[in-house]
């Protein structure tokens, strides 16, 4: 019995460990958390969890996105969702009801790189998507606000989606009346403007 117990012991020891699934905390607002869409699983970070089920990429997708989430609201709650989760990457979408209050601009930067900052000493990669802000806040303010995001993409050598929007805000048949959120038909364009970008950053 004894010698059988040993045998047992080494067996299991000889035996690597099963590696834990690596995370994608996707950490976002209504945009990414599917506000106004009839059922949550019609938004693009469902579709992305299929995409990457049905391409063998071996990744959870956690959605950690809060309707309403400012960049300082995104601050308070990024440490903990850290901790929790653990992630290896990071996609970032934070910035747009910044953007919609007509905040300051540095402040928001500087939330956005405080939560870069801490995601990247948590050892994750950070996929950093940006929002446009409609012209009627003027240009200099929709200017200033676009290069927040590219701007701190090149400091920070961060890949970026600089509209995640694109091809879908300038296209009423793809958004809710209210104008700023994308319908159930939009989604799918959503996740392929994000795609490109994090795709390079899945190997692991």
């Known amino acids: ?24 905390l996707v950490f ?8 106004g869409l009839a059922r949550v699983e019609q938004g693009w970070v469902t579709l992305l969890r299929t995409r990457l089920k049905d391409e063998d990429y071996g990744y959870l997708v956690i959605n950690a996105s809060v309707s309403g989430e400012t ?15 653990k992630p290896k990457i990071v996609i970032l979408e934070l910035g747009g009801n910044d953007g919609l209050r007509a905040l300051p601009i540095a402040q928001m930067r500087a939330n956005l790189v405080r939560m870069v900052d801490l995601a990247s000493a948590a ?24 290069l927040c995001y590219s701007d701190l993409a090149r400091d920070k050598k961060l890949p970026l989606v600089p509209f995640l929007l694109n091809d879908v805000a300038q296209s009423p048949d793809l958004m809710q ?10 989604q799918p364009t959503l996740l392929a403007n ?4 994090l795709k390079p950053l899945l190997r692991h």
Do not use: C
């Open 28 to 35: 976002g607002d209504s945009i990414s958390a599917g506000y």
């Open 123 to 146: 050892g994750a990669k950070v996929l950093l998507l940006g929002i446009r802000m409609p012209p009627n806040y003027g240009p200099e303010y929709t200017e200033q606000f676009r």
């Open 177 to 186: 009346a209210d104008g700023i959120h994308p319908n159930e038909p939009g």
């Open 71 to 85: 960049t300082a609201g995104g601050l308070a709650r990024l440490p903990r969702a850290l901790d929790l989760h």
């Open 194 to 197: 994000v795609w490109p970008s």
């Open 1 to 24: 019995m004894k010698r059988l117990l040993i045998l047992l012991v080494l067996f299991a020891a000889s035996v690597p460990a099963k590696a834990e699934t690596p995370v994608i």
